[in-house]
């Protein structure tokens, strides 16, 4: 397979992306948003299915905790899979409840191996449910996970090996942690297990200001993606022979829609050259 560029669905969006299917490769949807889908509504996606593959992403499953999964949300993206005919799905490295409470967002847990061998259990789980393995992301984090005994690369790598799972990169997420925490956005790049990377996120973000002082950059998806993100793209490109699929992830505040259609253009460009200059 080859490189794919594709959009995140938002219902902002869909008169762009449906008038746009020629230039848009994947199109990718939050799951919990349609968990509650009418029949229309899965009609709706069964056809958008039929015209271009569709991936579901979910952000609720708390997949990287000690905590098992909670099996009514793995029936839940189970039944979406199905209905609509799926071409994968992905969920994130991250915690989101635990002890009865819900964070509400998503979190980096304890990066230690009590929360490796729990991810690979619900990782299990989930692909002995759903059918199929989700691919892994990465997540922006503005604190250093307490109780932590490995980095970042390290801990993903275990994961990643541990659970044979695929890893979804986003490469603004790993760009944020990056500079937020002194380390070089390349070097953590060329540590992760690249050849598990299939699929590629694209965000943007804002640098805000602290009181003493430190800028941090703040991974909200409401702003184009920024240069360094494509110039990650690029090295990952050069690093990887195998075909990826890059999802531009925008949540609001939208431009006009011309102008997510030349960001994809300038990530195939940027994928291109990279595969020029590795070749």
């Given at each position: 397979?080859?490189?794919?560029?594709?959009?995140?669905?938002?219902?902002?969006?869909?008169?762009?992306?449906?008038?746009?299917?020629?230039?848009?490769?994947?199109?990718?949807?939050?799951?919990?948003?349609?968990?509650?889908?009418?029949?229309?509504?899965?009609?709706?996606?069964?056809?958008?299915?039929?015209?271009?593959?569709?991936?579901?992403?979910?952000?609720?499953?708390?997949?990287?905790?000690?905590?098992?999964?909670?099996?009514?949300?793995?029936?839940?993206?189970?039944?979406?899979?199905?209905?609509?005919?799926?071409?994968?799905?992905?969920?994130?490295?991250?915690?989101?409840?635990?002890?009865?409470?819900?964070?509400?967002?998503?979190?980096?847990?304890?990066?230690?191996?009590?929360?490796?061998?729990?991810?690979?259990?619900?990782?299990?789980?989930?692909?002995?449910?759903?059918?199929?393995?989700?691919?892994?992301?990465?997540?922006a984090t503005l604190v250093e996970p307490p109780g932590s005994t490995l980095d970042e690369p390290d801990w993903i790598t275990a994961i990643v090996r541990g659970a044979g799972a695929g890893l979804l990169l986003d490469l603004h997420n790993l760009y944020a942690n990056a500079v937020n925490f002194g380390a070089d956005p390349f070097a953590m790049?060329?540590?992760?297990?690249?050849?598990?990377?299939?699929?590629?996120?694209?965000?943007?973000?804002?640098?805000?200001?602290?009181?003493?002082?430190?800028?941090?950059?703040?991974?909200?998806?409401?702003?184009?993606?920024?240069?360094?993100?494509?110039?990650?793209?690029?090295?990952?490109?050069?690093?990887?022979?195998?075909?990826?699929?890059?999802?531009?992830?925008?949540?609001?505040?939208?431009?006009?829609?011309?102008?997510?259609?030349?960001?994809?253009?300038?990530?195939?460009?940027?994928?291109?050259?990279?595969?020029?200059?590795?070749?």
């Amino acid at each position: 397979m080859g490189d794919r560029f594709g959009l995140l669905w938002r219902p902002a969006l869909a008169a762009g992306i449906l008038a746009n299917l020629d230039r848009i490769d994947v199109v990718e949807l939050i799951a919990e948003d349609h968990f509650r889908a009418s029949r229309a509504g899965l009609r709706a996606l069964r056809t958008l299915a039929a015209q271009v593959p569709l991936l579901l992403h979910g952000v609720s499953l708390g997949a990287a905790s000690t905590v098992p999964v909670e099996i009514r949300r793995l029936d839940n993206l189970a039944r979406l899979a199905e209905a609509i005919g799926v071409a994968g799905w992905s969920e994130h490295l991250a915690f989101v409840r635990g002890g009865g409470v819900e964070i509400g967002h998503l979190a980096a847990p304890p990066r230690s191996q009590a929360s490796i061998e729990g991810a690979c259990r619900n990782l299990e789980r989930a692909t002995r449910i759903v059918g199929t393995a989700p691919a892994v992301e990465n997540i922006a984090t503005l604190v250093e996970p307490p109780g932590s005994t490995l980095d970042e690369p390290d801990w993903i790598t275990a994961i990643v090996r541990g659970a044979g799972a695929g890893l979804l990169l986003d490469l603004h997420n790993l760009y944020a942690n990056a500079v937020n925490f002194g380390a070089d956005p390349f070097a953590m790049l060329r540590r992760l297990p690249l050849d598990r990377v299939a699929s590629v996120h694209l965000g943007g973000g804002r640098w805000v200001d602290r009181p003493n002082g430190r800028r941090r950059l703040i991974d909200d998806h409401l702003h184009d993606v920024p240069p360094e993100a494509f110039d990650l793209l690029g090295e990952l490109g050069r690093l990887t022979p195998r075909g990826l699929t890059v999802v531009i992830e925008r949540d609001d505040h939208f431009p006009p829609f011309p102008r997510l259609l030349q960001q994809l253009d300038e990530a195939r460009e940027c994928l291109a050259q990279a595969r020029r200059a590795a070749a």
